[in-house]
């Protein structure tokens, strides 16, 4: 059931309390409660975060806003809907990271299925082609669906660059089935033409009526209190016995017999545990709060994409700013999706088709850092082909553009979430590393030549399509591309690794494979930031499949 209030709460003690209704809390509630013996109470703090990165280094000072969801369903009910879950090599590093095979592609494979209801797009049309049905699932509360309304003169543009200079731009049938290289149709968490968060497709109203589930909004989680060592021994784990959560403005704590489960984000979780005593010592001892775990690694080892891009104006009728030029269009647009839920408002922002890219070989940024990417096959670079500007949602006045939006999608760069303040309620210092590390900004500068190759192909110049661009790269010097890239990147609001996964014992990383966090018994997180790395990818399927793992991964040590 879900509640607004905690006084309708008819108990402050569960099996399992799980601090964030977000992505992944939302699976972990869902799968936890299919056994009606388990009872779980899940903690939303939801309606936006308002929060700002701390400034820049690697993008010239710069403090961009950081977009988090704040809400039932958390970045899911909120994101850019692109369902994109990497390469098999992301999650075979991952194995190789923490030294647990269950996370390696073929193993998480049937998770991804387990997660996904493949479905028709919007407009019905024929999809064949355009994705591979072995790789997707069809039973799972996510749906899934290639894009829903065509721009069928951008989209023959980029597909006929597929054809002419098919070495360098090859055509891919399907990114999602391990090998993502090359460019092919975008697939979106979009079903029936509209969203598909973790809170419409993991808690559905019958999930809702579990007598065994309780979902209480408005409770934001401050700390884990009543630490207590388990046994005599100093080297047996710990265990917080309580999650004191803020409703209104009184304090309260409930219980959890069985395990509490971090959900709260990259963000949230990270902040949750050193406000709780667990991170970084000298930290947490200059703050004045009492050290429970000295834990180095909380908050640290983010990883985070940088995006960036250019726009072309283009001699055509045919992109998104014909609506957005065309007031009486638009209305027409917008009420033709709230009566039918079909037309050019079933997608969104990440464009329609996409492409997935490397280095050359011989990149001078190798000079500067080893290949950070996971293998051969994983990319360096994720092309976003979009049917409209880059500043489409600015004041106008629109003008007929496309854009070629680019991001570096194996960053060496790292970054942080640490917290500055005594009072949990207040933001931590959010610091995603953007560019800090010089091979990512010469990576993206060479990136954004690759973005001139493609529209240097033929067909571009047909009908005199292809304009001028935003910005001209081309007389630019290598260092002047470079510069361009730190005074126009921003970032992807992707951030994992805050709470990395290393291997049982380890003397670094936060949580072991089972995702456990270290030193302790009963508590877990499961979320983003268990990722090691930020996958070649956005990162919302990852985090539906760390989920659906760790679901499993709780049932069979509890017996459930
Ligand atoms: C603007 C934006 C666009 C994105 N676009 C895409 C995309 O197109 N495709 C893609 O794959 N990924 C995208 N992502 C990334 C992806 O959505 C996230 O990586 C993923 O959803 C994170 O899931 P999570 O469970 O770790 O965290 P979240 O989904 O953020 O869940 C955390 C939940 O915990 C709650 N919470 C936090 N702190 C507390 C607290 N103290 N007490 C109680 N509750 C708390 C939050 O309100 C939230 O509901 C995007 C992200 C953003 C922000």
Request: hydrophobic share 40%.
């Amino acid at each position: 059931k879900l509640y607004e209030n905690v006084a309708e709460l008819p108990t402050l003690q569960y099996d399992f309390v799980i601090v964030g209704g977000g992505t992944a809390g939302n699976v972990l509630a869902s799968r936890l409660t299919e056994n009606n013996k388990v009872s779980v109470l899940v903690l939303e703090a939801g309606p936006t975060w308002n929060y700002t990165t701390t400034p820049q280094v690697g993008a010239n000072g710069v403090a961009f806003p950081f977009l988090r969801g704040y809400m039932l369903g958390g970045c899911s009910a909120h994101n850019g809907l692109a369902y994109t879950r990497g390469a098999a090599s992301d999650f075979d590093r991952y194995a190789n990271l923490t030294g647990d095979d269950g996370w390696s592609w073929n193993n998480m494979l049937p998770y991804f299925l387990k997660n996904e209801k493949w479905s028709a797009p919007a407009d019905n049309h024929d999809t064949k082609g355009q994705f591979n049905p072995a790789f997707h699932g069809t039973q799972g509360p996510i749906d899934v669906s290639v894009r829903g309304y065509p721009w069928s003169e951008f989209e023959g543009h980029v597909l006929q660059t597929t054809k002419e200079l098919s070495e360098e731009f090859p055509f891919q049938e399907d990114y999602n089935a391990g090998t993502p290289l090359g460019i092919g149709w975008m697939q979106f968490t979009i079903g029936g033409g509209q969203r598909s968060s973790s809170a419409t497709g993991y808690l559905t109203s019958s999930v809702l009526s579990r007598p065994n589930l309780h979902v209480l909004l408005h409770a934001q989680v401050s700390k884990l209190v009543n630490p207590v060592q388990s046994r005599v021994a100093p080297s047996e784990p710990l265990t917080f016995q309580g999650v004191q959560f803020r409703f209104g403005n009184s304090l309260f704590v409930a219980n959890a017999t069985k395990e509490i489960i971090l959900s709260a984000g990259p963000v949230g979780s990270p902040s949750i545990l050193q406000h709780s005593g667990v991170g970084d010592a000298t930290i947490l001892k200059r703050l004045g709060i009492p050290t429970v775990l000295n834990l180095p690694s909380v908050g640290k080892n983010a990883s985070e994409h940088a995006y960036s891009g250019l726009s072309w104006a283009v001699n055509s009728n045919q992109t998104v700013e014909s609506l957005f030029q065309n007031p009486a269009l638009y209305d027409q647009a917008f009420a033709q999706w709230n009566k039918t839920k079909t037309g050019p408002f079933v997608d969104t922002s990440p464009g329609t088709m996409v492409g997935w890219l490397r280095l050359a070989p011989d990149s001078p940024a190798f000079k500067v850092h080893a290949d950070p990417s996971p293998g051969p096959d994983a990319p360096h670079f994720e092309v976003l082909f979009q049917p409209f500007g880059l500043d489409i949602f600015g004041p106008g006045p629109y003008s007929p553009t496309i854009s070629l939006v680019l991001a570096m999608v194996s960053p060496v760069s790292r970054g942080s979430v640490l917290i500055n303040s005594t009072d949990p309620f207040s933001a931590p210092l959010i610091d995603p590393g953007l560019l800090s590390n010089d091979f990512d900004a010469l990576a993206m500068a060479e990136g954004l030549q690759l973005l001139l190759k493609f529209v240097g192909a033929p067909n571009w110049k047909e009908n005199r399509y292809l304009g001028a661009p935003s910005v001209d790269i081309a007389s630019m010097t290598p260092d002047e591309v470079v510069a361009y890239v730190r005074g126009a990147s921003g970032p992807g609001y992707h951030l994992v690794g805050t709470l990395g996964m290393s291997p049982q014992g380890a003397p670094y990383g936060c949580v072991d494979p089972d995702l456990k966090v270290k030193g302790f018994a009963g508590l877990r997180v499961v979320d983003a930031s268990v990722l090691p790395i930020v996958p070649a990818a956005h990162t919302q399927a990852a985090t539906y499949v760390v989920a659906e793992r760790a679901a499993d991964l709780i049932k069979q040590q509890w017996g459930l």
